[in-house]
C-alpha cells in the first residue's frame, strides 16, 4: 500500500495534484494557441481549496446561480459568467454585484432583465444569449445529457436570431456537447458557422460551452485549435470555453474501506463505506462502471462493490481480483472528482466524505472533514434534544 493511502480515512475524495496540472497544461495550450479563454464550470467541480490552482491557468469560472457565484467572487480571482435556465428578479439582482457576464436562456428573460444589466454594469455590462444548435451529439444516455434533445429547455432556436434580438446582446452562448471528443467539437463548430453566420458576424463573442473532453487521451486537441482558430479567423469573435470534466477528468479518486463482504450470494458482495447514490451519483445516473485500482479482466477474485445505503441498486459493478479482499480494505475508485463533491447527498445518513489532496510529492493532507452536524443542519432548525 502506497504511504499516502495508508493515511487517508474513510470515506475520502483525494484530489490529486500532479493529474490536475497535467490537465491545466492541456487547457494552457488551448489557451496560447487559439487565444480563448476557459473558465472553470463550477457546477462540476467546486473544492474552493483548490481555487487558486486553477486561478494560474483559467481565466475565471462560471456559474450556474447566485451560490456558485458568491463562491467564485470570494474565493477565484477571476472573470465570473453565471449562466441559468431562468434566473428570478431576486437572484438577478443579487448575482449583479458579482458579475457583469450573464447569459439568458430565453428572450423574455434577456428582455425582462437585460435593461437592469445595462443599467447596473453600464459598458461593462456583458450580456449574452443560450443558443440551441439543435444538433444531437451526445451519444451517452442523450435523455439525460444531450441539450439539443427534443423537447430541451435549453436556448432559442437560430430563427430567434432576429438584427433587434442580436443588437441586445454582446454574446452567444452554446452549450452542447458531454464528454464529447474532438470530431464533435469540430462537427459543433462547423455547424454553428453553417447555421448562423449572420449572428457570428454580428456578436463579439462566442462562448463554447463546456463537454469538449480535451483531456481524454483520444481526444484531438490539434483538431480543436484548428476549428476555434478558424472560427475566429472567419467572424472576428472572442471565444470561450466553459468545460468542467475536462478540467478534473482522472484529477483524484474515491478511497471507500470494506467493511464486510456477503460471501453466500454467486458472487460475493464488498460493502463499502461509501455509497454511489450520496457520493458517486453518475453511476447511477448515466449509468456507467468507474475504474477501480487492481481490477484485472482475468482476476481469480470477483466482487460486486456496493453501497452501505438501503437502495437495493447501490452498486459500483463487478470487479476480479488477483487476490481476495478483506474487511478493512481500501478500494480506490478512480476519476471521482468531477460531478461528485458538488452532488454529495447524506440519504440514510451517510457521513459525507473527507475532502483530500495529494501533494504532488506524495504528502496526504485532509482540507475537511465532516460530521453529525453537516447532516442535521440541512434537516431542521435547532430544537432543544427530547431527553427525559
Ligand atoms: C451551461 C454549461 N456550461 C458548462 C458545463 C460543463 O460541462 P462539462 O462538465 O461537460 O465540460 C455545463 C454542464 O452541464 C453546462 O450546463
Known amino acids: 500500500m502506497t504511504q499516502w493511502l495508508s493515511r487517508v480515512q474513510t470515506p475520502a475524495y483525494v484530489a490529486d495534484i500532479k493529474a490536475l496540472k497535467q ?3 492541456v487547457a494552457a495550450r488551448i489557451k496560447k494557441e487559439t487565444g480563448c479563454r476557459i473558465l472553470l464550470a463550477t457546477k462540476s467541480f467546486a473544492m474552493f481549496e483548490l481555487f487558486p490552482l486553477f486561478a494560474a491557468t483559467l481565466d475565471g469560472t462560471t456559474a450556474s446561480g447566485l451560490y456558485e457565484a458568491k463562491l467564485a467572487h470570494e ?3 477571476g472573470e465570473i459568467h453565471a449562466y441559468s435556465p431562468a434566473y428570478s428578479e431576486q437572484e438577478l439582482q443579487d448575482l449583479l454585484p458579482l458579475c457583469n457576464h450573464l447569459y439568458f436562456n430565453s428572450l423574455a428573460q434577456l428582455t425582462r432583465y437585460g435593461p437592469l444589466c445595462r443599467a447596473v454594469h453600464g459598458a461593462d455590462s456583458r450580456l449574452g444569449l443560450r443558443v440551441n444548435p439543435q444538433l444531437s451529439l451526445v451519444k451517452n444516455n442523450p435523455n439525460l445529457y444531450d441539450p439539443s434533445a427534443a423537447g430541451s429547455r435549453f436556448g432559442v432556436f437560430q430563427e430567434s436570431l432576429t438584427p433587434d434580438v442580436l443588437a441586445a446582446v454582446d454574446a452567444l452562448h452554446v452549450h452542447n456537447l458531454c464528454e464529447n471528443m474532438a470530431d464533435d467539437s469540430v462537427r459543433l463548430i462547423h455547424h454553428l458557422m453553417t447555421m448562423m453566420p449572420k449572428a457570428l458576424e454580428a456578436v463579439d463573442t462566442i462562448n463554447l460551452g463546456g463537454g ?9 486537441v490539434e483538431a480543436l485549435i484548428e476549428a476555434l482558430n478558424t472560427l475566429q479567423m472567419r467572424f472576428k469573435v472572442n471565444i470561450i470555453l466553459e468545460p468542467g470534466g475536462a478540467l478534473t477528468f482522472n484529477g483524484g479518486h474515491m478511497v471507500a474501506s470494506i467493511l464486510d463482504i456477503v460471501d453466500d450470494r454467486e ?3 464488498a460493502i463499502l463505506d461509501a455509497s454511489p447514490t ?3 451519483p453518475d453511476v447511477l445516473e448515466m449509468p456507467y462502471r468507474p475504474e477501480v485500482v487492481g481490477d484485472q479482466p482475468d482476476g481469480n477474485y470477483r466482487y460486486v462493490l456496493a453501497g452501505k445505503t438501503c437502495l437495493s441498486g447501490d452498486v459500483v459493478g463487478t470487479y476480479a481480483f488477483d487476490l481476495p479482499l478483506q474487511v478493512g480494505d481500501k478500494i480506490i475508485i478512480k476519476d471521482m472528482l468531477q460531478y461528485t463533491i458538488v452532488k454529495t447527498t447524506t440519504f440514510n445518513g451517510m457521513p459525507l466524505p473527507d ?4 501533494d504532488e510529492d506524495g504528502t496526504y493532507r485532509v482540507v475537511h472533514s465532516f ?9 431542521s432548525q435547532t430544537r432543544q434534544p427530547l431527553l427525559v
Do not use: S, W
Open 75 to 77: 474565493h477565484f480571482h
Open 23 to 25: 490537465n491545466l497544461a
Open 278 to 280: 450520496c457520493h458517486m
Open 267 to 269: 458472487v460475493p458482495i
Open 355 to 358: 475532502l483530500g489532496v495529494l
Open 212 to 220: 469538449h473532453y480535451f483531456t481524454h487521451p483520444d481526444y484531438n
Open 371 to 379: 460530521g453529525y452536524e453537516d447532516f442535521k443542519q440541512r434537516l
